[in-house]
C-alpha cells in the first residue's frame, strides 16, 4: 500500500468557531454507538463490550489514580462541573486516551483535553468514516469515497493525518504504535497486526461468516483487553493480540478493562488492557463488575456450563484453598464486591428487583433495597463507599452508597432528561456524561 502525507485543517478552533451551533452539519451522517444505560452483565466467556474503562473518582480534587480497574482514592465528596463541550457530530463516538477524550464520528474526529474542555484540533470533512483507537499515540480510521477506501492514521498529540490506500480493507484499529486490520478478499478473512511502519506484526486467515456483506461489514472484529474477538468469523475465534495465537477468553470485565485467558475450569491468568498480567484466578473464579481486590481471599466460584447464554447460574464463596464457605441464591451474579461485602441482583431483574448486599466471608445478609432506589449502574468504588448510575424522569444521577449499610451518602445530578447518562470514567476522576450533541465532564 502506498503511504502519503494530505493536509486536512486541523488548526485549533477559534472562539467564534466554538460558538458555531453544536454537532456539526445536521444533514451529514450519523454515527449512533453509545453505551444503553442498564445493569452492568459479569459476562462470562465471551467478551462484547467494545471501551476501556478507567477508575472512578468523585472528589473536587481528583488525587493520584489507582492501578486497580474501578477503585479510587475517595468518594466522600460529590463531584462538580467542570466544563461542557460540543461534539463535532450529534451521537459521535467517545474513547478516552490518556489525557485526551476522543470524539470519533462518521465525518470528523474531534480532540478535547480532559482537564478544561479546550479542543485541541479537529480533523473535519471524512466521508462515511469508522474511527476506532484500542492504545497508542494514533487514532484510526477506515474512510470510504465511492469504491476507494483510505486508512487515516491521526497522531493523538498534533492531529497529523497520514493517509493510505486501502484496498479490501473492512476494519481498522489503532493498538500500540500501529495497528490492527482485517481484510476481506472473497470468501476468506484475513486478521493481521502492523507495526508503526507497516512491516507485519502477524497475520491470520479465516473463512468469512458472511461473503455476501459487503467489505466493510464482513470485516468486523473488536480488540478487547489484550485480544482480539472475530465476530464476524464462524465460532467467533479469540486471538492473542501479542502474537495471533488462538486464546480462549473465558472472563471479561463488564467494559473490557481485563480479560482472563484460559478454560474456566482451570487457573488463568488476569490481563488489563496493556496485556500485563495483574493476578491470577483459581478454576471458575469470576470478578463482579467492581471489585478492590483482585486477588481476594474469599473468591466467587462458578460451575456455570453455558456461559454464553449466562444460563443456570450457579455461583459458590469459597476460601483460597478451595472449600466451599456459602452458596449464593440461585440465578443471582455478582453486581459488585468491596470491602469483603457482595452486592448480588437476580438475572432477571427490573428496577424493582431488589438488590441484596451480603458478607463476602459469611454470606450474611446485610442489606436490600430495589436497584431504582440506588442504582443500576455502578461505576466505581473507594473501598467504603460504591458509585452508581441512575436514570429517571429527571435526568441522570450520580449516588454514592455505603457498601455496609446500602444508604446513600450523597446524590447529584448530572445531567437532564437529554443526556444519556454517564459514559466513561477517567483514571484521573473524570466522569464523563454524554448527550446527543455535547459532553459534559465532572470532578
Request: one cysteine or more.
Amino acid at each position: 500500500m502506498a503511504r502519503d502525507e494530505i493536509e486536512l485543517d486541523i488548526s485549533p478552533v477559534t472562539d467564534a468557531a466554538r460558538d458555531e451551533p453544536a454537532g456539526g452539519d445536521p444533514d451529514g451522517p450519523v454515527h449512533v454507538e453509545r453505551r444503553p444505560w442498564h445493569t452492568a452483565l459479569p459476562w462470562v466467556a465471551v467478551a462484547t463490550a467494545l471501551g476501556a474503562v478507567g477508575m472512578v473518582l468523585a472528589a473536587n480534587v481528583p488525587p493520584p489514580a489507582s492501578d486497580t480497574p474501578g477503585v479510587v482514592p475517595d468518594m466522600s465528596a460529590p463531584p462538580s462541573l467542570r466544563w461542557e463541550a460540543d461534539l463535532c457530530e450529534p451521537d459521535a463516538q467517545l474513547n478516552l486516551a490518556g489525557d485526551l477524550l476522543l470524539v470519533l464520528g462518521q465525518s470528523c474526529v474531534q480532540a478535547l483535553d480532559l482537564e478544561t474542555g479546550d479542543e485541541l484540533w479537529r480533523v473535519p470533512d471524512l466521508t462515511l468514516a469508522r474511527c476506532d483507537y484500542a492504545s497508542g499515540p494514533f487514532v484510526a480510521c477506515l474512510t470510504a469515497d465511492g469504491d476507494a477506501s483510505s486508512i487515516l492514521s491521526i497522531e493523538l498529540s498534533t492531529g497529523l493525518v497520514t493517509e493510505e490506500r486501502a484496498e479490501g480493507v473492512g476494519a481498522v484499529t489503532a493498538f500500540g504504535h500501529g495497528r490492527i486490520e482485517s481484510v476481506v478478499d472473497d470468501d476468506e478473512l484475513v486478521i493481521r497486526r502492523l507495526a508503526a511502519d507497516g512491516t507485519q506484526v502477524w497475520s491470520r486467515a479465516f473463512e468469512s461468516a458472511a461473503p455476501e456483506l459487503e467489505v466493510r461489514e464482513a470485516g468486523g472484529f473488536a480488540v478487547v483487553g489484550s485480544v482480539v474477538v472475530l465476530w464476524s468469523v464462524p465460532d467467533g475465534p479469540t486471538l492473542d493480540v501479542e502474537d495471533g495465537s488462538d486464546v480462549e477468553l473465558s472472563w471479561t470485565g463488564a467494559v473490557g478493562d481485563l480479560v482472563a485467558v484460559g478454560p474456566l475450569d482451570s487457573e488463568r491468568t488476569l490481563r488489563d488492557v496493556d496485556g500485563r498480567t495483574v493476578a491470577t484466578l483459581l478454576p471458575g473464579q469470576i470478578l463482579p463488575t467492581v471489585t478492590d481486590d483482585l486477588e481476594p481471599d474469599v473468591v466467587l466460584t462458578t460451575d456455570q456450563t453455558d456461559a454464553e447464554m449466562e444460563r443456570s447460574l450457579r455461583l459458590v464463596a469459597r476460601d483460597r484453598a478451595g472449600t466451599a464457605l456459602w452458596e449464593p441464591p440461585e440465578e443471582t451474579y455478582p453486581l459488585a464486591a468491596t470491602d469483603d461485602v457482595v452486592v448480588l441482583l437476580p438475572m432477571m431483574s427490573s428496577d424493582q428487583t431488589p438488590m441484596v448486599a451480603h458478607d463476602l466471608r459469611t454470606g450474611t445478609e446485610l442489606w436490600s433495597a430495589p436497584a431504582a432506589e440506588v442504582g443500576t449502574w455502578f461505576v466505581g468504588t473507594d473501598g467504603t463507599r460504591l458509585l452508581a448510575g441512575i436514570s429517571d424522569e429527571d435526568g441522570q444521577w450520580l449516588t454514592a452508597l455505603d457498601v455496609t449499610s446500602g444508604e446513600e451518602a450523597w446524590r447529584v445530578q448530572v445531567g437532564d432528561t437529554t443526556f444519556y447518562g454517564v459514559h466513561t470514567i477517567a483514571s484521573d476522576g473524570s466522569v464523563v456524561v454524554e448527550s446527543a450533541r455535547s459532553v459534559a465532564v465532572w470532578r
